[in-house]
């Protein structure tokens, strides 16, 4: 069906910001309300974070009718939520091409606009940044305020508190808007979020008199009736945040981040007479005026392509369960024979499968909130206790506990069981999201396994191997999306420990694949074998312990080895090619190639576009395969 376009006359004559400071407040409202549909309308033919945006529409406008962006330096926490926002800021004519190859980032991005002075993608960085803008402006760098927008979820990640700490030490101006939506990607979790509840539960616990005092007078006589209302308004309003002010903030709230009458005169007053760090305690509903997103258990957070007028989504058939759910589905059945198993995420309990394994097990089960670092801690705790926690984490989000990992699970030997989902590149979130470097910061620690699977049969043997290895921690990464299709065993086998596989005898060369690039393998193989050069292909498995006499076995039996895996360099191929040097393999002249992801970041595109682009498809490693034997090419068989 044909995207119908909704009218949008004001939204029209919006280019950029400057332009909504010639509009009324009347007109403000009705430009939120185009707004909101164009999101809509937009994110129907591109997929992406519908909820987060939808809910932050008003907001969007009001933050850019009152400050001066992009002097004025407006950071979005994740920044999921920013679609309004590029549509505002000159992107418009590009907002159908979000998240596509070549199109538009779904995250702020400082190479896409001025008006994206940081990016962001994981969470609870943006008052730490708008800190920085602020103190730069401070000391003669760029002038303008710094205004953080951070979720409720985001906000009870460690680093945003220690941004406040840090902030109310240094009383500088600072604007911190608390889009409290009582929502994060699951529904919030921990003593915050029932804080917050209080919040505009309880009775006021403080009077706001001295916010609101003198205010109207600063204003535009023609803001002024305005003001008057959100004056009143602020003198009667519940008022609290005990937590904030201790921290040096000045509280304001809660507001209805709805509500522009509301939201326009308090951010001018506050724009015109904050002379420290404030922070703005707005109420908003995730997936606002679309009842599609509204009604949906996650708000609409994100979506494939979908039917405006129904909500209903375009989703491809798939034809193997997802890499995911066999992650679950195979701790699950271990858990059911292994009381000791415990399932920790840091609040991605669907994207990381453990929703499923909570239903079974909900005592065992943790989400710990947005505290990646806490979770690798917490993990590490449970497992010094006696317990087997399996802590689930998407590898780019596992980058943020890496010093507990070395500190607290590694160097103590505990054994921690990680269960690395996203690793490898992932398609529209792009580079932010993608899982490049978990091999590379894992397989250098003492003591530490480092598994990946070739297929989702693989996967449940690796579920089960961590399961018995109890000697020291242990790692096991998979991809976003489907499995190959493969059988799957009822149950896991242990694997051995530092132990690979050959899948297929062949001469000249062997390639050594790890992890689910392992299919482009086979097919390279099969289009070489087709032709007289049939490889030998092996799956890796281990990339620490490495499977030393396999790989010495096939340095000896061919001309050359080609390794390849999903993630940078510095990982698995680094540690053969380091085996290889210390073995004196190079000294008599063994051809070695190492396929890794290139030392770049890559943008949003399909994952199989981004591995193209990365030269590692099958006809890739082909070319690699005569390329090394030093063959131009090879015809097809009769
Ligand atoms: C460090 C990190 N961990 C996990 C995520 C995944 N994630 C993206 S959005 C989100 C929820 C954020 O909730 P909130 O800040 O309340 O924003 P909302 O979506 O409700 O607007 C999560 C967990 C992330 N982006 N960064
Ligand atoms: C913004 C964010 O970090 C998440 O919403 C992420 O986009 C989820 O990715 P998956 O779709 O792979 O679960
Ligand atoms: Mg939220």
């Not at 689910?516 to 498995?541: F, H, I, W």
Request: glycine residues 10%.
């Amino acid at each position: 069906m044909a995207e119908t376009r909704p009218a949008t006359p004001l939204l029209d004559r919006v280019h950029s910001p400057s332009d909504l400071k010639g509009l009324s407040d009347r007109e403000l409202h009705q430009l939120a309300d185009e707004l909101r549909a164009e999101t809509i309308s937009a994110v129907s033919v591109t997929g992406g974070h519908l909820g987060a945006g939808l809910g932050v529409v008003e907001l969007t406008v009001a933050l850019h009718a009152v400050f001066d962006t992009p002097r004025d330096k407006l950071i979005w926490d994740v920044s999921h939520q920013c679609y309004p926002h590029k549509i505002l800021t000159g992107r418009r004519d590009r907002i159908r091409t979000l998240r596509m190859e070549g199109g538009l980032s779904g995250f702020t991005k400082r190479s896409e606009s001025p008006f994206d002075p940081f990016g962001a993608a994981h969470s609870s960085t943006s008052i730490s940044a708008a800190l920085g803008f602020a103190m730069a402006a401070d000391l003669g760098g760029d002038p303008g305020d710094g205004i953080a927008v951070i979720g409720d979820g985001s906000m009870s990640a460690g680093m945003a508190f220690e941004a406040m700490n840090n902030a109310g030490a240094l009383k500088k101006r600072l604007f911190v808007v608390l889009n409290d939506n009582e929502m994060s990607i699951a529904p919030p979790v921990g003593a915050l979020s029932s804080y917050l509840s209080r919040l505009y539960a309880e009775t006021p616990v403080q009077d706001l008199k001295e916010v609101a005092k003198g205010f109207v007078s600063l204003l535009p006589s023609a803001l002024q009736e305005g003001a008057k209302r959100a004056k009143d308004m602020l003198k009667g309003m519940a008022i609290g945040g005990t937590l904030f002010e201790a921290l040096g903030f000045t509280y304001i709230g809660p507001i209805d981040g709805h509500d522009l009458d509301q939201l326009l005169p308090i951010l001018r007053t506050l724009k015109a007479r904050a002379t420290g760090p404030v922070l703005i305690h707005v109420l908003t509903k995730k997936g606002k005026g679309y009842g599609p997103a509204e009604n949906s258990p996650d708000r609409g957070h994100a979506r494939a392509k979908f039917d405006v007028i129904t909500g209903e989504q375009k989703k491809t058939p798939s034809n193997a369960p997802s890499y995911t759910k066999v992650f679950a589905e195979s701790l699950i059945r271990e858990a059911e024979r292994d009381d000791k198993i415990v399932g920790i995420t840091a609040a991605m309990p669907d994207g990381t499968g453990l929703d499923l394994f909570a239903r079974h097990f909900p005592r065992r089960t943790f989400d710990v909130g947005i505290a990646e670092q806490h979770a690798v801690t917490f993990a590490a705790g449970l497992a010094a206790g006696g317990m087997k926690p399996f802590c689930a984490l998407y590898s780019t989000f596992l980058q943020r506990g890496y010093d507990q990992v070395v500190h607290d699970v590694a160097i103590q030997r505990l054994p921690v069981r990680f269960a690395i989902d996203r690793a490898g590149l992932v398609g529209a979130d792009g580079a932010t999201h993608a899982g490049s470097f978990d091999i590379g910061f894992l397989a250098n620690l003492p003591g530490m396994v480092v598994m990946a699977a070739a297929d989702e049969a693989e996967l449940r043997h690796m579920v089960a191997t961590a399961v018995a290895h109890d000697e020291g921690p242990i790692a096991f990464r998979f991809p976003r999306g489907e499995g190959m299709g493969v059988e799957l065993p009822a149950d896991g086998t242990p694997l051995q420990i530092g132990k690979g596989r050959i899948l297929r005898e062949g001469a000249r060369v062997a390639i050594l694949s790890f992890g689910t690039r392992m299919a482009e393998v086979l097919k390279a193989a099969e289009s070489l074998s087709a032709r007289g050069l049939a490889p030998t292909v092996a799956d890796a498995r281990f990339a620490k312990p490495l499977d030393r006499d396999l790989i010495l076995r096939l340095c000896r039996e061919h001309e050359a080895l080609i390794c390849v895996e999903e993630g940078a360099v510095g990982g698995f191929g680094s540690h053969v090619a380091q085996l290889l040097a210390d073995e004196g393999v190079f000294d008599r002249g063994f051809k070695f190639r190492s396929m890794v992801l290139p030392d770049t970041f890559i943008d949003q595109a399909s994952p199989e576009a981004m591995y193209s682009i990365a030269g590692m498809d099958a006809p890739q490693i082909e070319a690699k395969v005569l390329n090394v034997l030093g063959i131009a090419s090879i015809p097809q068989r009769a």
